[in-house]
């Protein structure tokens, strides 16, 4: 019971204290195997593969993975809901304090503030996920030629994408499951 | 009850598809939430994707949180945000319980390459989609400029400053700034007015 509440502490701890997303939780995860040795740093980096090919965030699945590895199932599931309990609680606070200041002209200011640099970092992030989907910049490295560069049938797949996106409204659900099969049948 | 089943069931949803970082995601909380229940509008998820990069946790989470509460209070909120964590628990279960070395399998890689490429046009879809109601004049063309690059190029850059630090930087200069467009207009408003009177 008290391996439980310990898990439950530790990654309540990481969830109250990584800001900005997935990654961010890595370093409270590496302290927490030194102090715990409830995973190793190998489990980390096998995490970060895993968390790169499955739909949940680094954080959750670490707590998830650990809380299996120490407790079982109900480990598994209570390390991962206290992971998320402190930002629950987070923006409960601030939707309650948004619904009274909306059209406060400071919040708003804020705002106008937070929306570029918003999508800022959303540009960023897709740049990320371009460097390793659309481009090899390691063969570009290796053999110095500009056609190495670009990963041809990844960016065919992605302009097909984008029209098909435009024309048939189907959901992006669909245009994920699709570019699924299509990277195995054409070996991606 | 049966809204916040509903809650919970579309979130389940939309944490089973939700690859990466939580940027792709928009599309398709745009396609569940704006168009088909109309619960939210484009604007306010672009809005509530701001706040959660300057709070703790996963802004994926955080959005869950923000359009559960909105619906339907805190009920809604827990159920939502159970709901978004529901799918990656089981899978994480499940390769913990059963396979091994399931990120090396040459299935898996092909498939995540290919949901790769997907997850780019997604999120150039996004930027698209936001950017005539974010960027609206030279400030905050400035300002998106100024955070691509710094939160882009990071790797090169000889400091990093973390994403959390980067947003409160855009929120207090947006308050700043509109301050002073406030005074601006104020200025050019009452010498309307002198005008005026004339």
Wanted: net charge positive.
């Amino acid at each position: 019971m008290s391996t439980i509440l310990r898990l439950m502490l530790e990654f309540f701890k990481t969830g109250l204290f990584s800001v900005g997303g997935g990654l961010a939780t890595l370093p409270f995860l590496y302290e927490m195997s030194d102090n715990t040795g409830w995973f190793t740093h190998a489990d980390i980096a096998d995490m970060i593969a895993i968390s790169e090919s499955t739909p949940g965030a680094i954080g959750i699945n670490m707590s998830t993975y650990a809380g299996y590895k120490t407790a079982g199932i109900p480990g598994g599931i209570l390390a991962s809901l206290s992971l998320a309990a402190p930002s629950v609680i987070i923006i409960l606070i601030i939707a309650r304090f948004l619904k009274k200041f909306r059209d406060n002209p400071h919040v708003e200011g804020a705002f106008y503030g937070l929306r570029p640099a918003s999508i800022a970092m959303i540009t960023a992030a897709g740049l990320n996920v371009a460097k390793v989907a659309l481009v090899d910049l390691d063969a570009f490295h290796a053999s110095g030629n500009p056609a190495d560069l670009f990963i041809f049938k990844a960016i065919i797949l992605a302009v097909l994408i984008f029209i098909g996106q435009k024309k048939l409204k189907w959901s992006p659900i669909a245009f994920l499951a699709i570019s699924a099969v299509v990277g195995v049948v054409f070996k991606f | 009850m049966n809204e916040l089943l509903d809650l919970y069931i579309t979130f389940v949803r939309i944490g089973c598809v939700t690859f990466g970082g939580g940027y792709a995601m928009l599309p398709i909380l745009e396609r569940e939430l704006v168009d088909k229940r109309h619960w939210t509008t484009m604007d306010d998820l672009r809005d509530y994707f701001s706040i959660g990069q300057c709070t703790p946790g996963i802004i994926a989470l955080n959005v869950s949180t923000f359009i559960g509460e909105k619906k339907k209070g805190v009920p809604g909120a827990l159920c939502a945000t159970t709901g978004f964590l529901t799918g990656p628990i089981i899978i994480i279960l499940v390769i913990a319980t059963f396979l091994t070395n399931f990120a090396e399998q040459p299935l898996v890689q092909h498939a995540f390459a290919g949901i790769r490429v997907c997850v780019c046009v997604l999120i150039v879809q996004a930027v698209l989609r936001l950017w005539k109601s974010s960027v609206v004049d030279g400030f905050s063309l400035f300002l998106y400029l100024m955070i691509f690059v710094l939160n882009a190029f990071s790797g090169v850059l000889p400091v990093k400053i973390p994403a959390a630090i980067l947003v409160i930087i855009a929120g207090v200069t947006g308050v700043l700034m509109s301050m002073h467009n406030r005074k601006k207009t104020a200025a050019a408003g009452s010498a309307d007015g002198k005008e005026a009177d004339k």
